[in-house]
């Protein structure tokens, strides 16, 4: 009895250690930000920074938002010493991760202040495309999700989303838009069937047999794009899905444009999580789904087909990845350009891992990596003195930053990554 207490009480006092050290970091990190803030984005600051929250052709018109640059950076300057200092004392031991999660919030608010003081800048258009450019990083972590739920880790989403890409674009030439997304959704679905076949029947290393596929689809996609497109240019021209906007709702100001006057595929992305995350917390299907991710030998002693559901759900990933890379093309511009998906299947990956493999925790986190894409779209327009590779580089920092420093420990699947072979 007194052993287990004394271990007990170890236990306790290593894991305050370890949220005190945790505070100290969250602390001092705050500190740094509210300097940051103070002598660099307030001192240098002049005028108002004049934010547009509707657009000229909206029934209901919103005034703009002048907001006093200087002031607002010293005031948010102070908010973040307070946090910090706040970290160092007994409160800041509780979730300071939250709170270093709300100082980052008031920096970038901060930064985006300096940078339009003297200046407007559309905020309803920058919330619009940070959906926008969710959408592809969304699915690519859904698609993570789907797989990593049934303890297949999905390395490929990268490979998916460019062969969905280019399907979009070639079958889209010839057959039309829906031809081109049936075409791009049943490819990647193949690709889903192709790992799902790599892995759970032959064993293969989940993490290689990804690569693998990467790389081919990468070498199939850039050969046909430089040998056939460029002589074929008709193959390279699809359509574009416009944006569609829902009667009454795309009017309400500023939710309206962002949410409800948009394409099919932020849409499609939206209905997507919400399905799947009724079916993996609350239908049958969903549950042995995530019975084999966790523990596979106790679901197939209860007479669940562990095989046939990892094939199941690995090869709907892909369906989803598939979806998501025709975003590129029939949702963006309508042509392919070699490897155009630039790494957002990663970054979904770290979006699937930020959501703690949760789709509805997925999609937030691409929000906020959309965020720092179109962020670094509009500082470009506005002319900051930061250099144009620096803010193109916005949404990898921001990959870290979020990975490294915000999501603390995240629990994978237990049987995540590994293979099963029936007794």
Not at 58 to 64: G, R, V, Y
Not at 119 to 138: D, N
Not at 221 to 247: C, D, G, H, W
Request: proline residues 4%; glycine residues 12%.
């Amino acid at each position: 009895m007194t052993i287990t207490s004394n271990m007990q009480a170890g236990s306790d006092e290593k894991l305050n250690t370890g949220k005190a050290r945790q505070a100290r970091i969250a602390g001092t990190i705050l500190l740094g930000l509210s300097v940051l803030v103070a002598l660099v984005f307030g001192a240098d600051s002049a005028g108002d920074a004049t934010f547009r929250l509707s657009r000229p052709n909206d029934p209901w018109a919103l005034p703009n938002l002048a907001v006093p640059a200087a002031q607002f950076n010293y005031v948010a300057a102070g908010l973040l010493a307070f946090l910090g200092a706040r970290q160092f004392s007994r409160a800041g031991l509780s979730r300071p991760n939250f709170w270093l999660g709300i100082g980052l919030f008031l920096a970038v608010a901060g930064f985006l202040v300096w940078a339009t003081a003297g200046k407007s800048l559309s905020l309803t258009g920058m919330l619009s495309a940070t959906v926008v450019r969710a959408v592809p990083i969304a699915l690519g972590g859904l698609a993570g999700v789907l797989s990593e739920r049934v303890a297949v880790v999905n390395i490929a989403i990268e490979g998916m989303l460019l062969a969905g890409a280019f399907t979009g674009a070639l079958m889209g030439s010839l057959l039309g838009g829906f031809g081109g997304l049936a075409a791009a959704v049943a490819v990647g679905g193949l690709f889903g069937f192709l790992l799902a076949a790599l892995v759970v029947t032959y064993r293969m290393d989940q993490i290689i047999a990804g690569v693998v596929i990467n790389l081919l689809v990468l070498g199939v996609t850039s050969y046909v794009s430089s040998q056939v497109f460029a002589e074929y240019r008709s193959l390279n021209n699809a359509p574009i899905f416009r944006a569609m906007k829902i009667p009454v709702l795309g009017d309400i100001p500023v939710i309206g444009p962002v949410l409800f006057d948009q394409n099919i595929f932020v849409y499609g992305a939206i209905l997507l999580v919400a399905v799947a995350t009724y079916y993996l917390f609350h239908t049958r299907h969903g549950l042995r789904a995530r019975a084999v991710g966790e523990h596979p030998k106790a679901a197939d002693t209860l007479g669940i087909n562990v095989y046939r559901t990892r094939y199941i759900n690995v090869t709907m990933a892909g369906m989803v990845a598939g979806f998501g890379g025709a975003w590129f093309t029939l949702g963006s511009v309508g042509r392919f350009d070699e490897n155009m998906t630039g790494g957002r299947g990663y970054i979904g990956l770290a979006a699937m891992i930020f959501g703690r493999w949760h789709p509805a925790g997925a999609m937030a986190a691409a929000l906020v990596f959309g965020f720092a894409d179109s962020l670094q779209q509009k500082l470009a327009l506005l002319n900051t003195p930061i250099p144009s590779e620096f803010l193109a580089m916005s949404p990898y920092i921001a990959t870290i930053i979020l990975v490294a420093g915000l999501i603390g420990r995240a629990k994978a699947p237990a049987a995540d990554g590994q293979a099963y072979e029936k007794e």
